[in-house]
């Protein structure tokens, strides 16, 4: 019955850029940045990404800072990491080709069974599933399927039922009518049923279920953190702090920061005062938020001015304002640089 839904994606996919290859190198980069990420804002990061590290050798023999750099912005940059160290792997391990064999695949850091899939199907036109939410959604209201998605189980038992109905004839089109019907008509609230090609078909439709479905335990809200963070200034420089390579926003440049436990003022006093620089000056700049899918930072900035630019013990750099675009920082960062600057 999915044959209608393959002819209905040929007539109505939308034109993006990464539909325009079956090189699985620029589909894998596509997919790493759709996780999480809306089609709209990936599509000017994909473009540049690919012009920057064009094959998957030149992304394996990159320096992790340049890749990190480029990814700047997108948010979730353990999937950038992922990315370059699951390209260093096919060109050591695969000739420098991305594995057919699904195994092989899943060997590849970062590549779970919706990336492995998504890949295998849409490059190689294997029959393998690809289950991401949007694909959960259409198949829970397809067949009328009242069990918890956020349940490992049911995603499983997706992932079967979505294999069971694979077009052989065309996986890859299968694959991405799938995610196109689950993006653009098979929405979230609201769905075109109307004008949706498994209408006829949709048992959730025909019962008047669809507003019930997928069934979805209730995620948990972000935690509320104060944050307080220091734009340590001294002889015309900005100091950067590079955070280790595990833990929140890992190997990225940041701003020196902690948690909010008493006064704002003093609490960035003692940041600066335990790197060893000797404060001059502390101004209080303003407040930024950001939301990250566990945590909710409320944050308190100051600018504090220092005598010297000196060394202190944790990886860092001291960088004239304008040179700060050549580190990577996260959008959170850019946040607390993007507030006035006292002089």
Same mark, same amino acid.
Request: contains cysteine; glycine residues 6%; proline residues 5%.
């Given at each position: 019955?999915?044959?209608?839904?393959?002819?209905?994606?040929?007539?109505?996919?939308?034109?993006?850029?990464?539909?325009?290859?079956?090189?699985?190198?620029?589909?894998? /980069?596509?997919?790493? !940045?759709?996780?999480?990420?809306?089609?709209?804002?990936?599509?000017?990061?994909?473009?540049?990404? #690919?012009?920057?590290?064009?094959?998957?050798?030149? +992304?394996?023999?990159?320096?992790?800072?340049?890749?990190?750099?480029?990814?700047?912005? #997108?948010?979730?940059?353990?999937?950038?990491?992922?990315?370059?160290?699951?390209?260093?792997?096919?060109?050591?391990?695969?000739?420098?080709?991305?594995?057919?064999? +699904?195994?092989?695949?899943?060997?590849?850091?970062?590549?779970?069974?919706?990336?492995? @899939?998504?890949?295998?199907?849409?490059?190689?036109?294997?029959?393998?599933?690809?289950?991401?939410?949007?694909?959960?959604?259409?198949?829970?209201?397809?067949?009328?399927?009242?069990?918890?998605?956020?349940?490992?189980?049911?995603?499983?038992?997706?992932?079967? +039922?979505?294999?069971?109905?694979?077009?052989?004839?065309?996986?890859?089109?299968?694959?991405?009518?799938? !995610?196109?019907? @689950?993006?653009?008509?098979?929405?979230?609230?609201?769905?075109?049923?109307?004008?949706?090609? !498994?209408?006829?078909?949709?048992?959730?439709?025909? +019962?008047?279920?669809?507003?019930?479905?997928?069934?979805?335990?209730?995620?948990?809200?972000?935690?509320?953190?104060?944050?307080?963070?220091?734009?340590?200034?001294?002889? @015309?420089?900005?100091?950067?702090?590079?955070?280790?390579?595990?833990?929140?926003?890992?190997? !990225?440049?940041?701003?020196? @920061?902690? /948690?909010?436990?008493?006064?704002?003022?003093?609490?960035?006093?003692?940041?600066?005062?335990?790197?060893?620089?000797?404060?001059?000056? /502390?101004?209080?700049?303003?407040?930024?938020?950001?939301?990250?899918?566990?945590?909710?930072?409320?944050?308190?900035?100051?600018?504090?001015? /220092?005598?010297?630019?000196?060394?202190?013990?944790?990886?860092?750099?001291?960088?004239?304002?304008?040179?700060?675009?050549?580190?990577?920082?996260?959008?959170?960062?850019?946040?607390?640089?993007?507030?006035?600057?006292?002089?």
């Amino acid at each position: 019955m999915f044959d209608t839904l393959v002819t209905w994606f040929q007539a109505n996919k939308r034109d993006l850029p990464w539909r325009h290859t079956k090189d699985p190198y620029k589909i894998w /980069v596509s997919e790493i !940045m759709l996780q999480q990420t809306r089609v709209d804002t990936v599509i000017d990061y994909y473009i540049r990404f #690919l012009q920057k590290f064009p094959t998957v050798q030149a +992304l394996a023999n990159a320096d992790e800072q340049a890749v990190l750099l480029q990814w700047q912005g #997108l948010g979730y940059y353990s999937r950038a990491r992922n990315l370059h160290r699951g390209a260093k792997k096919v060109v050591a391990d695969f000739g420098g080709q991305f594995p057919q064999d +699904l195994n092989d695949a899943l060997s590849i850091t970062g590549v779970g069974h919706y990336t492995a @899939g998504a890949i295998l199907s849409i490059a190689y036109g294997l029959p393998f599933a690809a289950v991401d939410g949007n694909v959960l959604r259409v198949f829970t209201r397809i067949f009328d399927i009242a069990d918890d998605i956020a349940d490992p189980k049911t995603v499983k038992k997706m992932q079967l +039922l979505v294999t069971e109905n694979i077009v052989h004839a065309n996986a890859s089109d299968y694959t991405e009518g799938l !995610m196109e019907l @689950g993006a653009t008509v098979c929405i979230p609230s609201q769905p075109l049923c109307l004008i949706c090609p !498994m209408q006829g078909v949709c048992k959730a439709y025909l +019962l008047g279920n669809w507003m019930e479905r997928p069934q979805k335990t209730m995620k948990v809200k972000p935690q509320k953190v104060k944050m307080v963070f220091c734009r340590i200034q001294a002889e @015309g420089k900005l100091l950067l702090v590079h955070n280790p390579d595990s833990g929140l926003l890992a190997g !990225m440049w940041a701003f020196c @920061g902690a /948690v909010l436990t008493h006064n704002a003022l003093d609490c960035a006093k003692e940041i600066v005062s335990e790197l060893g620089l000797n404060i001059m000056q /502390v101004k209080k700049v303003g407040h930024a938020r950001h939301v990250f899918t566990h945590l909710d930072w409320d944050m308190a900035v100051f600018d504090c001015f /220092v005598q010297k630019a000196l060394p202190i013990e944790r990886p860092h750099a001291w960088v004239h304002l304008e040179e700060v675009a050549q580190y990577p920082l996260p959008k959170v960062y850019q946040k607390v640089l993007a507030l006035e600057y006292y002089c």
